[in-house]
């Protein structure tokens, strides 16, 4: 009992350190340097560009120091900043646990089954670093990957029996939460033997034969709306409904090209393909985590939200 004391003590510290700033600052402030630009903040919480700007302002004045500083590309964190993000994350996390008023939830001798629902795209890239991370911290908890999307995705997770859903962006749903994790651009693959070996222009696509995914629950893919704004159409020979299968016919089939998020390209790294820039950029690929509003004080939820947001992180990081 007396070790459990001396713990909860020192989780408090935690919070007592910045017990005069707003919680809501602070999460401000954490989604500024996981994403290193006031407007993905501002996309990523919800809220304007101006909201998030006051808040970084209230923060400068609290802690006395810049925090953030713009660059070419959106702001870079101080030294000072960077000295207390890791303070400030367990600090929003122990709060988050503290106001749900449930217990902790302890990885390291949890046996609990982790429900997650993601794509093929998930499966490839995520869930072999997800189970790398898990067997170092939650050892004993095993993870099923559900296909369920649409109304039953929001059923299972109303009903608890998803835990977190991994996906683009989605439309508003009833009481489901969603937070964006990763941003990525797209590029083209093609075999090694493939005679393209330059960059390539948005027109440029509508001349080559393609290999698309398109999986069976979507009517059309938004790749193929963006590309018909520009002018483009391309002349798919291969139609798949899952992306397991585009190495090896590209592979396979040196003429063929596919349009791939650069996060799965990289996956594919074994398969001996060529990756061409686009030289116009595309619309980027976003994922977002998606959680019922039951589960969000839930300490098991947080910890789960925390681990996958940690691992897209790195993962954005390269």
Known sequence: MRNRSARIRIDLKWLMRYREVDLNLLVVFNELIDN????????????????????????????????????????????????????????????????????????????????????????????????????????????????????????????????????????????????????????????????????????????????????GRLEHLYLDDVLAQAGVRRNVVVRTANWVSVPHVLRSQPDLVSIVPKFLALAYKDFDLKSLKLTEALPSVEVFQFWHRRATSDPYNIWLRGQIRELFTREQRG
């Open 36 to 215: 290193g630009s006031v407007l993905k903040a501002s996309r990523s919480l919800g809220v304007t560009q101006g909201a998030v700007s006051q808040s970084l302002a209230k923060l400068r004045k609290h802690f006395d120091d810049e925090l953030f500083i713009k660059t070419n590309t959106g702001v870079a964190p101080t030294s000072f900043a960077i000295s207390i993000a890791e303070d400030v994350r367990q600090s929003i996390a122990f709060a988050e646990a503290a106001l749900g008023g449930r217990g902790r939830f302890d990885p390291a001798i949890s046996a609990r089954d982790i429900r997650l629902c993601m794509g093929d795209m998930g499966e490839i890239r995520i869930l072999p670093r997800l189970l790398s991370v898990l067997r170092k911290v939650a050892p004993r908890c095993r993870i099923f990957v559900l296909d369920l999307w649409g109304e039953e995705l929001k059923q299972g997770l109303e009903r608890g029996e998803v835990d977190l859903a991994i996906s683009g962006r989605g439309a508003p749903i009833g009481d489901v939460f969603q937070q964006k994790l990763y941003e990525t651009d797209y590029l083209v693959l093609t075999s090694k033997a493939s005679s393209l070996n330059h960059d390539l222009s948005i027109a440029d696509l509508s001349g080559l034969r393609h290999v698309a995914v398109s999986p």
